[in-house]
């Protein structure tokens, strides 16, 4: 199947800075975006989520962005703290006539923040 | 709401037996449960869909025999590794569905299965 790929594989900031993180997806027919925070030895923790009627949607500290021209979605995290240190997967979902939809992961993003 | 669990979250097992995994949905009914598998540094690969009363649906190349998933009630699914090796340690990780949630998953803290 299609599939979700990462421009950058690891991201290293300094605390207090803010963060982009970066998905590419490939499925046109995908109409749910989701963010997840997976720490280490942990399931996947929802982040945010955007559908594809939007282009932008914010949460606390995080902004995810969705350009559908490019199939490029992005997540931003404002003021990066050290407990922002996990691995980010972006996920799309393509319901294919199902109730439910399937999600594709994308690779992941290491983002380490240092104090 | 909508917690998820799974048990055990550890399991140790001799190559050739068999492991079970328990995924519960623990303050709603799920209509709908998926199992991934995670090999180290690596993302998540949808191994099978179930609904609660039918079989199954599996992934291209997810061997079903050996992957067994039942979905008895609207609150558990489990998957069974049958005849375990080692190249089947991994994270293994459930999510559930419920109607009328738009498509959202939820997911369940996950089983490292270790095989010797």
């Known amino acids: 199947g299609e599939s979700v790929g990462l421009h950058l594989p690891t991201l290293s900031v300094q605390e207090g800075d803010n963060s982009i993180i970066n998905c590419a997806y490939s499925n046109s027919a995908s109409d749910y975006f989701i963010w997840y925070k997976q720490e280490s030895g942990k399931g996947p923790q929802f982040i945010i989520d955007i559908r594809s009627n939007m282009d932008k949607r914010q949460g606390q500290r995080v902004t995810v962005l969705l350009n559908k021209t490019v199939k490029h979605l992005s997540l931003q995290i404002a003021a990066t703290q050290p407990g922002d240190s996990a691995v980010y997967f972006c996920a799309e979902n393509w319901a294919g006539g199902t109730s439910y939809g399937k999600l594709t992961f994308g690779q992941g993003t290491i983002l380490t923040v240092h104090p | 709401g909508a917690v998820v669990s799974q048990h055990p979250s550890r399991v140790i097992c001799k190559s050739g037996t068999s492991v079970k995994i328990e995924c519960r949905s623990l303050?709603?009914?799920?209509?709908?449960m998926f199992w991934y598998r995670q090999f180290p540094k690596q993302s998540l690969m949808l191994m099978a869909t179930s609904n609660e009363g039918s079989k199954a649906t599996y992934e291209q190349g997810v061997e079903k025999d050996k992957f067994l998933i039942n979905h008895a009630s609207l609150t558990l699914s489990t998957l069974t590794v049958t005849s375990a090796h080692p190249e089947d340690s991994s994270f293994y990780i459930c999510?559930?569905?419920?109607?009328?949630?738009?498509?959202?998953?939820?997911f369940g803290p996950g089983t490292r299965l270790t095989v010797l």
């Open positions: 999510s559930a569905h419920t109607s009328g949630s738009y498509n959202e998953q939820f």
């Open positions: 303050d709603f009914q799920a209509t709908t």
